[in-house]
Nanobody
Framework: QVQLVESGGGSVQAGGSLRLSCAASGNTSSITFMGWFRQAPGKEREGVASIATAGSWTRYADSVKGRFTVSQDKVKNTAYLDMNNLKPEDTAVYYC???????????????????????????WGPGTQVTVSS
């Protein structure tokens, strides 16, 4: 099993920046890639970014490209989401997720070069609130 805990959420003004962290514990060696998702009130869960732990690829939703950066510290078993030029529409609960799907299977099932969907992730954190005011 894998446990995930997000931190770093808060309230910022539009145009500001925020860094979210995701600490992983348990059977972390089984994780093949990490993901960040968000869900605003009345909206469906939305994929934001993903990063490979067994590889070097990153993927972003079109809505955050050029503004958000996903990274990781493998020694600390921690993933990060650096959010810049935040907009009110970025307001949501942000969730960290981990997948144990192998690289080849990921490409075959979800496609190479695409943002893996929620169904690709087996483990989820409790979420952290991000609020962006105009």
């Amino acid at each position: 099993q894998v446990q995930l805990v997000e931190s770093g959420g808060g309230s910022v003004q539009a145009g500001g920046s925020l860094r979210l962290s995701c600490a992983a514990s348990g059977n972390t060696s089984s994780i093949t890639f990490m993901g960040w998702f968000r869900q605003a009130p009345g909206k469906e869960r939305e994929g934001v970014a993903s990063i490979a732990t067994a590889g070097s690829w990153t993927r972003y939703a079109d809505s955050v490209k050029g503004r958000f950066t996903v990274s990781q510290d493998k020694v600390k078993n921690t993933a990060y989401l650096d959010m810049n030029n935040l907009k009110p529409e970025d307001t949501a609960v942000y969730y960290c997720a981990a997948s144990n799907v192998g690289g080849l299977r990921r490409q075959l099932i979800y496609g190479a070069g695409t943002l893996p969907p929620a169904m690709a992730f087996a483990y989820w954190g409790p979420g952290t609130q991000v609020t962006v005011s105009s």
